[in-house]
């Protein structure tokens, strides 16, 4: 389009009323009598689906701010066009946490938008599964900050009938990554804290029969036995209202502890209640799908002055952070006003590796994207130190911190 005066004996230049054209949002909108359309330009996006509503928007809420703090060193600007940041939700009120169906139809979206150049997500191993395929026939890539269930990348011991992970790869390319450690270490280095540590001797393992609370009380289990724990036994639970009658037949059993697996959504709070409701005096032990405020609020802080309870993470605890990650920390607070949840710096982790990696590319060609970034090699412009991919997908970081819960924040005991 010419912007010069018109030539002569060309037709006058039509004026443009700028009453009803203006900028929103980088597109263009025009307003008519039939009301406004947005002329949307095609700008780079990246898509964050997560558990928006429920109680796990706290720590949510936290990672979408990562993202955000990545995308702010870049001035929100990819490709020298305005970078989008798409956030979806992947939960139903109803529900209360992720739902399958709400999972699906974001990753189809987002497989269907060729603006979407990385999809950072989901938050539970269950969603995974269901974003999984859908993204890689897609060529998208996939960075989870949160799921740790270790069939999503790689084979497990004693689960090869379940097919994982090739059942999620079917265009034969990995498009699946993730920058948190995974239950692989996090089962098994609980139950060697239980045992070194607190000197445990009988356990009994409970479970929310979800993908992510039992694959990881399977892999506790598993590593008791040789550590010399006794496993009294095994209890899988659906939420409900009350745990009563279960809680009184586990303290029957007298165990020395007992551990769960479960998240803040599928019980947990309840079953903790429940603990001290028939008089079980031993510690509880929770794994990272607990870490975070959102389970201290649902027991009530004052539960912890009757229960002593741990909670694992994969990675270190943000108070632990040294350097950059200190200093992410120091910044968040600034700029949010508080502290932030335990898988906040993930967010940001998995935002920078990609943003780093379209940089180079400097273009909008996805299998290009992903290519780089699976490519990750000693990375160390993001702020959990210097780490890469593996051929599956996982980070080199494979660190596990254990944290006393006496109310918010969690206070670290010992990181291995």
């Excluded at 002329?39 to 997560?50: A, D, F, M, Y």
């Excluded at 029957?252 to 803040?264: D, H, N, Q, R, V």
């Excluded at 935002?351 to 400097?362: D, H, N, R």
Aim: charged residues 25%; neutral net charge; aromatic residues 8%.
């Amino acid at each position: 389009m010419e912007n010069s005066a018109a030539a002569p004996n060309s037709a006058p230049e039509k004026k443009v009323d700028r009453r009803k054209f203006f900028l929103i949002g980088g597109g263009v909108v025009a307003a008519g009598a039939g009301g406004y359309f947005l002329l949307r330009k095609n700008l780079p996006t990246i898509v964050s689906s997560l558990p928006r509503t429920g109680s796990a928007k706290g720590q949510t809420d936290t990672i979408v701010n990562g993202i955000r703090m990545a995308m702010d060193e870049y001035n929100n600007e990819l490709f020298g066009q305005k970078l989008i940041l798409k956030d979806m939700d992947d939960a139903t009120a109803s529900a209360g946490q992720w739902d399958a169906g709400k999972e699906a139809d974001n990753a189809r979206e987002a497989a269907g938008d060729k603006n979407v150049l990385v999809y950072i997500g989901p938050y539970n191993s269950g969603a995974s599964k269901v974003s999984q395929p859908l993204l890689n026939e897609a060529g998208l890539l996939q960075i989870s900050p949160a799921c740790t269930w270790p069939g999503l990348t790689k084979k497990v011991k004693g689960d090869e009938a379940s097919g994982e992970p090739d059942i999620y790869k079917k265009s034969g390319k990995v498009t699946y990554c993730r920058v948190c450690p995974t239950d692989d270490v996090q089962g098994p280095k609980t139950a060697e804290f239980l045992a070194k540590e607190l000197k445990i001797k009988s356990v009994y393992i409970i479970d929310d029969k979800e993908l992510y609370g039992a694959g990881i009380a399977k892999l506790f289990k598993e590593a008791c036995e040789p550590l010399g724990i006794k496993v009294l036994g095994h209890e899988q639970l659906v939420k409900a209202n009350t745990y009563k009658t279960v809680m009184e037949k586990i303290a029957g059993a007298k165990p020395e502890a007992i551990y769960l697996g479960a998240t803040s959504q599928s019980g947990a709070p309840q079953i903790a209640i429940d603990m001290v409701g028939a008089g079980l005096t031993c510690p509880l032990v929770v794994p990272d799908g607990c870490y975070e405020k959102a389970f201290v609020d649902g027991c009530g802080a004052d539960l912890f002055k009757k229960l002593t309870c741990y909670a694992t993470i994969g990675g270190k605890d943000p108070s632990l952070l040294t350097g950059a990650g200190a200093a992410f920390v120091k910044k968040y607070k600034e700029k949010y006003g508080n502290d932030p949840e335990a898988y906040a710096i993930y967010g940001y982790e998995a935002a920078k590796v990609f943003l780093e990696a379209a940089t180079k590319v400097g273009k909008k060609d996805r299998e290009a994207i992903r290519a780089a970034v699976l490519a990750t090699k000693d990375f160390d412009k993001g702020v959990l130190g210097k780490w890469s991919f593996d051929p599956n997908g996982d980070t080199t970081l494979q660190e596990l911190t254990i944290s006393k819960v006496e109310g918010w924040p969690l206070k670290p005991v010992k990181s291995v």
